[in-house]
Nanobody, 120 residues
């Protein structure tokens, strides 16, 4: 079982920036899909950004042009760069990765979440 650990969550003022990281516990041979989701208090978890191999990267309309998803395959890390943060971006952010390990085992895992609070 591949464990994913998110980090980088913090409390920032509106207009600020954060970079979230999602680190895998094992070496990944290939990432088939990766995504960041968030869950605001009292709301359902929603997709924020997603990259699926062979398809175009997609973002929620509310974060388009402000957030960027990327990965460092050599370091087994998935990032979410968040700029011009707004109070409505507040929530717990989760990463989700689906891929293949060097053992050729398929996996899909969720991280435990990291808190992002945007408040003045």
């Amino acid at each position: 079982q591949v464990e994913l650990v998110e980090s980088g969550g913090d409390t920032v003022q509106p207009g600020g920036s954060l970079r979230l990281s999602c680190t895998a516990s094992e070496r990944i041979y290939n990432i088939n899909a990766m995504g960041w989701y968030r869950q605001a208090p009292g709301k359902q978890r929603e997709l924020v950004a997603e990259v699926v191999t062979g398809r175009r990267t997609s973002y929620a309309s509310s974060v388009q042009d402000r957030f960027t998803i990327s990965s460092d395959n050599a370091e087994n890390i998935v990032y979410l760069q968040m700029n011009n943060l707004k109070p409505e971006d507040t929530g717990i952010y989760f990463c989700n990765v689906e891929g293949i390990l060097h053992t050729m085992e398929l996996f899909r895992s969720w991280g435990q979440g990291t808190q992002v609070t945007v408040s003045s």
